[in-house]
Every structure is written in structure tokens, then in C-alpha cells.
């Protein structure tokens, strides 16, 4: 599994989108022959990845958000982040 | 009860295509291009399927690229939401035309290869300059902002040149590479003796794939659609018969399959004389193998039928005559020996000429 740094910049690959969809009442992530369903803490994240906003940033922003131990929102971003990565969806 | 929609339309716009591939997945009896529906029959079906819940759009052939309104409905497509998705011999785009078609919003584009090597490509596919011209349009693709997917049909007269293909694939950046082998149903069910590769060329690509899956993880995706013969265990066709995919031929056809037809007395109703939902969750040929209820033993009573539900049921069809058997790639069908002893004795003679895919 590859490991992104809390530096790291990443951002949907081309051929990648987000959107909601209304049959489903759900977010998802469609990429080549690819459909997931985002639950509302993946979209929350996907949703601040901007290429310009670093991971280190984006999870200090969602700590604050959801009032949440900034530790434990950097190891749950960092695990869907690295997923997303080795699916070859986002890229930095 | 109302099924969950599907998340795939697979809009087949023609059966027209330049390239004769020997393994092509139309069916034998070609549609003729007056046979075909207009533009606005395809914006109906596009509107209907986003509404029903498809989340992809894949325009599909025959080659699309021969239908002079594909960038209208591609922006059609993309103006409702969908993901558009071409799947293209690419042997008749250039940058114009490609430019065009990333400007009506298209995603992704799915470029065949019948080869690492243009001596190899060109004569599968019975095209003069086919490879050359793949190349120079596939690495247009990501250039103009766009997926590209390589997808290599590969089988015994090309499987040596899966490592070439590979290094193609990275060298064209293209995010995602389908290595797959060939389904033998149709055309390439006609030409299985000149296609099927022996165990051990298997081997050595299944390790090849997987090696290269570990080395180039976060790179390259790679999918890998295993060879039905040579398996033992059958694989959930299309995800489950009228589960996940709808598939609509060049003449309005919806079918749960683009192998469907081969199934004699299954009717299929066509798009704009049937609302598509209404199609998808009540027609006779979606209902008809959707689910379980219709399996004979021992898929009924297998642990498994959820999972692969009983496998593929044109193949069945095709290698048992019945077509709620087993599908005889499962080790519990007792056709499953002598249909795999059969395939090896081909594999292991000579390969014979190709017939290749005319009209």
C-alpha cells in the first residue's frame, strides 16, 4: 500500500467526478468502468481536494468542523486517501 | 418488487465497424445501418436512463466514431449528469475530432489493441495501419484532459507481447489497462480453435499480471478478465442478469445482454415503445434469469449463487443446450470435464485461419 505525507497535494485524475446522485439519495465517485458509493465522511473529504489544499490542512479544517481528535481524522483521511491512490482515482 | 436500477447503459449506436476482429462481441447477424435508430431515439434513451439511475454511459459498436452524431449525444450524456464513456478501434479520430468530443464533455476513453506490434495488430483486426494510427490517438487522450484505458483482447496468437502491451499502456499514461481474455460467444466462439491459449501460456500471464498489478499499484490499473475455459469456477456474468448493466443494440433493442440474442424464444422490447423503467424492472427477457428462482440444481441449492448466479446463460446454452444449466466452466456442471478436455485439444493443435467479422 502506498503511503501519501501529510504534505501531499492530491486531487481527482482526470476522467474523475463526483456527484449526487438522486435514485441512490448518495454521493459517488465515478471513474473509468468504476462506481463508488461515498458514505458522508469520504464525501466530506473529496470534496476539500482542491490541488491547491494540502492533506495536513484539509484535516486540520475537518477536526474543526467535527470537533474530532485531529490524530484519529489524519489515520481515517491518510487510510482513504492511500485507497483512492492505489485505485488510481486522485493523484498529487 | 422493483429491482435496484442499473448503474451501466451500454448504448451499442451501430454494428458498423472498419476492423474485423475475429473475436468481435457483436453478434453473427450484423445489424445494416439502416437498421439503425436516429439522434433523437438515442437523447430519449439517454434522458431515460440517467432518470432511471444509470450513472455511466458507455457508446459502443461496432466503432461509434462512424456515427456523425456521436459528440451530440455525448453532450447530451454529459449535460445529464452521466459519465460518458467511448469505447473506440480509434482508427478513425484525430485531433480535431477528439477535441470536439472532450469539448461535448466526454470522461473516458477506451482505445482496443490487437497487439503490441503493428504485424500482429494489423492482422487481427484486418486493417492496414490500425496499430500505428491507436498509438497516435491514444496518447491524444490524457494530452486532452481526458481517462484513457487501454483494453487488449489478448488470446493464443498474441498473448507473448502482454508484457509489450503493458509497457504501451505506460508509455501512453493511461490510467487503466484491460487485459482481457477472450469470451468465447459469437464471433470468437467461430474462431475458438485459432484463439485458445494452453495452460501454461495462461500461466505465465496470470503471474505476469500479477506481478505487474504489485509493481504498478497508484500508476496503472490493471484489469484482468480471466479465460472461462481454463477456470473451474463460473463468473457472475454482467454482475448478475439485470442487476447492474442495460445494453441497447443499434435497432432499440433493450437486452440485459449484448449477448442476449443468441438465447432463441427470449424477446426483447425496444426503448420508446416501453418506458425504459418499466422495461428494466417487468420485461419478460430482464426478468427472466434475474435472480435465483429460475436456477435448476446444483446451482439452486450452491452456497455460490449469489455470488456468480450460475454463471453465464448464452454459454450454457451454447456448450450444454439448456439454458438453465449450470454453466459448464463450473467444476459442479457434468459437462464441466469434457467442455475443458475439448477446449485443451484445441489449444494444443495448431491454430487454424481466422474467419474474421464481415457484415
Known amino acids: 500500500m502506498s503511503s501519501l505525507p501529510l504534505t501531499a497535494v492530491p486531487r481527482l485524475k482526470p476522467g474523475v467526478r463526483r456527484r449526487f446522485d438522486p435514485a441512490r439519495g448518495q454521493n459517488v465517485l465515478l471513474a473509468p468502468e468504476r462506481v463508488l458509493m461515498l458514505d458522508d465522511i469520504a464525501n466530506a473529504v473529496l470534496e476539500k481536494l482542491d490541488g491547491v489544499t494540502s492533506i495536513g490542512s484539509l484535516c486540520a479544517g475537518l477536526a474543526t468542523t467535527y470537533e474530532t481528535d485531529l490524530a484519529t481524522v489524519e489515520a481515517d483521511v491518510l487510510a482513504l486517501l492511500d485507497e483512492l491512490l492505489s485505485k488510481g482515482m486522485i493523484r498529487t | ?359
Open chain 2, 1 to 359: 418488487m422493483m429491482p435496484p436500477p442499473p448503474l451501466s447503459l451500454l448504448a451499442e449506436l451501430t454494428h458498423r465497424c472498419p476492423l474485423q476482429c475475429p473475436y468481435c462481441a457483436n453478434p453473427l447477424e450484423l445489424l445494416k445501418a439502416g437498421a439503425e435508430r436516429d439522434t433523437a431515439f438515442w437523447r430519449a434513451v439517454i434522458e431515460e436512463a440517467a432518470a432511471l439511475g444509470v450513472l455511466q454511459v458507455h457508446f459502443s459498436g461496432g466503432e461509434p466514431t462512424l456515427r456523425r452524431d456521436l459528440a451530440e449525444l455525448v453532450r447530451h450524456a454529459a449535460q445529464a449528469g452521466l459519465y460518458t464513456n467511448l469505447i473506440t478501434s480509434a482508427v478513425l479520430l484525430d485531433e480535431a475530432k477528439l477535441t470536439t468530443l472532450a469539448d461535448a464533455g466526454l470522461d473516458h476513453v477506451q482505445v482496443s489493441l490487437q497487439g503490441a506490434v503493428s504485424a500482429t495488430a494489423d492482422r487481427v483486426a484486418a486493417y492496414a495501419g490500425a496499430h500505428a494510427k491507436k498509438l497516435e490517438v491514444a496518447r491524444l487522450v490524457p494530452q486532452l484532459g481526458m481517462a484513457l484505458t487501454l483494453n487488449a483482447v489478448v488470446h493464443r496468437q498474441n498473448l507473448e507481447e502482454l508484457p509489450a502491451i503493458i509497457e504501451l499502456a505506460l508509455d501512453l499514461d493511461a490510467g487503466r489497462l484491460e487485459v482481457a481474455h477472450v469470451q468465447y460467444h459469437g464471433w470468437a466462439a467461430a474462431n475458438r480453435a485459432a484463439l485458445i491459449p494452453d495452460d501454461a501460456m495462461l500461466a505465465k500471464a496470470d503471474a505476469l499480471v500479477a506481478a505487474k498489478r504489485e509493481e504498478l499499484q497508484g500508476r496503472l490499473v490493471i484489469d484482468y478478465v480471466l479465460p472461462d475455459l481454463h477456470a473451474d469456477l463460473p463468473k457472475a456474468c454482467m454482475g448478475g442478469w439485470g442487476s447492474r448493466f442495460v445494453n441497447i443494440a443499434p435497432d432499440g433493442r433493450v437486452l440485459p445482454c449484448h449477448a442476449a440474442d443468441s438465447i432463441p424464444g427470449l424477446s426483447f422490447e425496444r426503448a420508446g415503445e416501453r418506458p425504459l423503467p418499466d422495461i428494466w424492472a417487468f420485461s419478460e427477457a430482464f426478468q427472466k434469469f434475474r435472480g435465483t428462482a429460475w436456477m435448476q440444481e446444483p446451482c439452486s441449492s450452491c452456497a455460490l449463487k449469489d455470488v456468480d448466479f450460475g454463471g453465464c446463460r448464452c454459454q450454457a446454452l451454447a456448450l450444454v443446450g439448456d439454458v438453465t444449466a449450470p454453466d459448464p466452466v463450473c467444476h459442479r456442471s457434468s459437462h464441466h470435464a469434457r467442455i475443458r478436455a475439448e477446449a485443451l485439444s484445441e489449444a494444443a493443435a495448431p491454430p487454424p485461419e481466422f474467419r474474421f467479422r464481415r457484415m
